[in-house]
């Protein structure tokens, strides 16, 4: 079962408009979740994270957004740069049950375009 | 300093060979993850360890995986018997410690069964 979802494989955005990537989860354990981002060839590279303690967490022009209720998280990033083209990946851990390994969703491409 | 570094970066086998696939973490961090991605899917958690030990193998998908990290620094994941099917890019990442921590990533070890 997908306990992680991010049902967008792709968002195509302006540059300088914002991105908003979504992401939804199905285990109600999960307890911290992260964004990573990932160019071709390379490793996944760590965004930014939020604990289930809180609904928001924002760092220069991404912010997390974290909907407990509906198990749902967003990232927005704004304004967008054709730098951030990149897939995104949406990640979860259930820390005081599971540890920390991570659960990741299938990724979305996005592109900015100039 | 240093990032998390994967040898090799390619590897092309035969169905039915032996395959060993190196990670080098992040000097200093104590938890290292081993990850398996597939086309078009995100990272799969295969093992983690704390230190030397295997603090969690539930993602392992058979007894012809397995991992060491006997100094508690590198570690080798070790596939035997290949399938096609293993065919994928393996993830290594590193963090200072296991809980509440964004995990740093190698760049992957792309391998081919043929």
């Known amino acids: 079962d997908q306990q992680v979802k991010q049902n967008s494989p792709s968002l195509s955005v302006q540059e300088g408009r914002i991105s908003i990537l979504n992401c939804d989860y199905t285990n109600s354990m999960f307890d911290y979740f992260l964004w990573y981002k990932k160019y071709p060839a390379e490793g996944p590279t760590f965004l930014i994270s939020?604990?289930?303690?809180?609904d928001k967490n924002e760092d220069g022009r991404f912010t997390v957004f974290l909907n407990k209720s509906a198990k749902h998280l967003s990232l927005h990033i704004v304004p967008s740069q054709p730098g951030d083209s990149a897939v995104y990946f949406c990640a979860a851990s259930a820390q005081e049950t599971s540890g920390s390994r991570l659960t990741f969703g299938e990724g979305t491409q996005l592109t900015v375009n100039p | 300093g240093a990032g998390v570094s994967q040898t090799p970066s390619n590897k092309v086998t035969e169905k039915g060979k032996y395959v060993e696939l190196r990670c080098d973490p992040i000097?200093?961090?104590?938890?290292l993850y081993w990850y398996r991605q597939s086309l078009g899917q995100g990272p799969e958690f295969l093992i983690y360890?704390?230190?030397?030990?295997?603090?969690?193998d539930s993602g392992l998908p058979n007894d012809r995986f397995f991992a060491v990290r006997p100094e508690g620094s590198v570690s080798t994941l070790k596939i035997q018997r290949t399938e096609r099917g293993d065919s994928a890019v393996y993830l290594c990442a590193s963090s200072p410690r296991g809980s509440y921590n964004e995990q740093f990533f190698g760049p992957g070890t792309r391998l081919t069964v043929l």
């Open positions: 360890f704390q230190g030397t030990g295997a603090a969690d």
């Open positions: 000097s200093g961090h104590t938890a």
């Open positions: 939020i604990s289930s303690i809180k």
